[in-house]
């Protein structure tokens, strides 16, 4: 019987020793980054130990769902609500990379286009044609279109939120 109870006991601390929560390390390099190790760093600073708790065994019963509930006027407003604010965060997301990408043709536009300039008497200079400003113009009136459509969304999304 001693021999059953010594084996037990050395099983026990073997599992006991298999579960033991892990512990993590919490260190400050010299240049000032932070890092977690499970194991020590050299030349860094310890700051901090944690010990990982394993995550509870989950049991072994199938879960019962909840019976349901028949759906009422304040959940239909929710899942309105809800729908709303996605369809407004999808619109804004959409503003915003359309007011992205007119920014950046703004910044294309400013290289004049071959024929956009012309030469002065005496071929010492030259000067930009009308319709290199016409592009200007178009190009600053999609930034400020783009611009008020990410307004338009964010108010969208304010509105929603009431």
Not at 14 to 30: E, G, M
Not at 79 to 107: G, T
Request: cysteine-free; hydrophobic content about 40%; proline content about 7%.
């Amino acid at each position: 019987m001693t021999a059953i109870k010594g084996i037990t006991a050395l099983l026990f601390a073997t599992l006991a020793s298999l579960a033991a929560a892990d512990t993590v390390y919490k260190y400050q390099r010299p240049d000032g980054k932070v890092i977690y190790s499970d194991s020590p760093v050299e030349g860094a600073k310890l700051i901090g130990r944690f010990e990982l708790v394993p995550a509870p065994a989950s049991p072994a019963a199938p879960r019962r769902e909840a019976p349901r509930r028949p759906a009422t006027s304040s959940d239909d407003a929710a899942e309105q609500r809800a729908e709303a604010l996605d369809a407004a965060d999808a619109r804004i997301k959409a503003a915003d990379l359309e007011l992205k990408n007119a920014l950046e043709r703004q910044q294309q536009a400013v290289e004049p286009r071959p024929g956009e300039r012309r030469g002065n008497e005496g071929g010492a200079t030259s000067r930009l044609t009308p319709e290199y400003f016409a592009r200007q113009r178009a190009a600053a009136a999609a930034v400020d279109g783009a611009r008020e459509e990410l307004d338009a969304a964010y108010r969208a999304r304010n509105e929603a939120r009431e």
